[in-house]
């Protein structure tokens, strides 16, 4: 039997009852692993405790044929409609300066009961540790950028039918994903730039 305790200054205190700390082990290593997409390769590494480096993270809905973290290696993955996704998202965080991108469609084994939940309770620890948040809204017209550019605030009506309209506020998991990272910077569908958080932080008070 496995036992966690955690004290009231975070410490973890493990017994297990196997002579054997294999067990222990393995359960450390689900708690402090994460698994990271490489923004030029795209090939997926996992990282242990202080020895993960600095990533992106992306912050989204759920489309058809999103690509899992089977699917990213595998020879049809460029093939799935949710691959653009992943390969533009890569492509922003290349020319940030940054080598690793966290993206949940992929970077999470989903086959895995045990790491699924602990990635669930991880994740608003995982946007606050991104050097970066993107906000991917893929039913934002292109042209939205432009109204909401911070020179030109938009009329109610026009932010009401466009920026604010977008699926991506109505999901309840994405409150987190905007509050959590320091930097959020949002996308319309053809990965052009709106704006960051701070930047459209009226547009963002009116929804």
């Given at each position: 039997?496995?036992?966690?305790?955690?004290s009231s200054v975070c410490t973890?205190?493990?017994?297990?009852?196997?002579?054997?700390s294999?067990?222990?082990?393995?359960?450390?290593?689900?708690l402090f692993t994460m698994r990271?997409?490489?923004?030029?390769t795209l090939q997926l590494q996992e990282f242990f405790g202080d020895a993960i480096p600095q990533y992106a993270i992306l912050s989204h809905t759920w489309g058809t044929e999103e690509v899992t973290c089977q699917d990213i290696s595998g020879l049809g993955a460029e093939e799935m409609a949710g691959y653009a996704k992943i390969r533009k998202c890569c492509d922003q965080?290349?020319?940030?300066?940054?080598?690793?991108?966290w993206i949940d469609t992929c970077c999470i084994d989903k086959r895995s009961s045990a790491e699924l939940s602990e990635a669930i309770n991880s994740m608003y620890s995982w946007y606050k540790n991104s050097k970066i948040c993107y906000a991917y809204l893929s039913d934002l017209p292109p042209d939205c950028s432009m109204d909401l550019s911070p020179s030109r605030p938009p009329e109610p009506w026009l932010q009401k039918m466009t920026f604010g309209a977008s699926r991506w506020f109505t999901r309840g998991w994405t409150l987190q994903e905007l509050i959590a990272p320091a930097t959020?910077?949002?996308y319309a569908q053809d990965w052009t730039q709106i704006g960051s958080?701070?930047?459209l932080s009226l547009s963002l008070s009116r929804i």
């Open positions: 039997m496995l036992r966690l305790e955690r973890i205190k493990v017994e297990a009852k196997y002579p054997s294999s067990l222990c082990a393995w359960f450390l290593r689900l990271l997409l490489h923004s030029q965080a290349a020319r940030d300066g940054i080598h690793f991108v959020v910077v949002f958080k701070e930047e």
